[in-house]
């Protein structure tokens, strides 16, 4: 059988390659959490560091190229999941028995998912797909940022990757084992932190760029 097939076909397979593409992505919204905070040092800072990164071409594209490929990865399997998971009904429930196992996060897990990618496509139509060289990168930000609705929407998607985070995080150490209940506490508090951070982290930008406008 091929190796892919092996991996589908086994349900420790199929979370695990959740599980790594999971902490890959997580790692992307870092770095880009990251990227975001410079545009609190003001236009020129964030501009700058949006033409050196795209001064890094080829290697932008090829990592773009892997981000989309984990992505999709992410989604494909995550459904194939959802769908194993409400014919099996009736047991699923005993997955679920160490603290923190079902919360809003986990109950919600696919719901968030799809309004992810939904607001991602929207996202990149609005920042990534678009003509920046007559209006920079900062300044279409601030522009869009000074409509309390695209504010709105960012802060309530930021909402939503925070809760999709929350369950996420947790769900990744229980696949790679680490869940003894001596650390579990470690873990859940570990997971609020990581939950808080990128939700605030994300959220408050749209909101500080409508209040200098
Ligand atoms: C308030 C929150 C956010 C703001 C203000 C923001 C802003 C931006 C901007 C300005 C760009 C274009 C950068 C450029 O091409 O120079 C971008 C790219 C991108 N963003 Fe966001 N972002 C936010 C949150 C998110 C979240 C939560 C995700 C994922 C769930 C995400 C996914 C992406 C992706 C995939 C790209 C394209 C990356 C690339 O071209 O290399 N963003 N974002």
């Not at 892997?66 to 769908?83: D, E, P, Q, R």
């Not at 996060?105 to 799809?114: A, E, K």
């Not at 990618?117 to 209006?135: A, N, R």
């Not at 790679?176 to 209940?181: A, D, R």
């Amino acid at each position: 059988m091929n190796w892919y097939l092996l991996i589908l076909g086994s349900s420790v397979g199929k979370k695990s390659l959740m599980a790594i593409t999971g902490l890959c992505l997580i790692g992307f919204l870092a770095v880009h959490l990251l990227g975001n905070t410079m545009a609190f040092a003001g236009a020129d800072a964030f501009n700058g560091y949006a033409a050196k990164l795209h001064s890094l071409q080829p290697y932008l594209s090829v990592f773009n190229i892997g981000l989309a490929a984990l992505g999709l990865v992410h989604i494909a399997v995550g459904t194939i999941l959802f769908f194993e998971n409400l014919k099996a009904r009736p047991t699923r429930y005993k997955v679920y028995q160490n603290p923190g196992g079902r919360t809003i996060g986990s109950n919600t897990m696919p719901y968030t998912g799809l309004l992810i990618l939904i607001f991602v496509i929207f996202h990149l139509l609005k920042f990534t797909f678009v003509d920046k060289s007559v209006t920079p990168i900062y300044q279409q930000m601030a522009a869009t940022f000074t409509n309390p609705l695209w504010v709105l929407i960012y802060v309530a998607a930021m909402v939503i990757v925070a809760v999709h985070i929350s369950h996420g995080f947790w769900s990744l150490f229980q696949t790679f084992g680490i869940n003894h209940p001596r650390y579990m506490p470690l873990i859940m508090k570990l997971g609020l932190v990581v939950t808080l951070v990128f939700g605030i982290g994300f959220g408050i930008l749209p909101i500080y760029l409508l209040i200098i406008a």
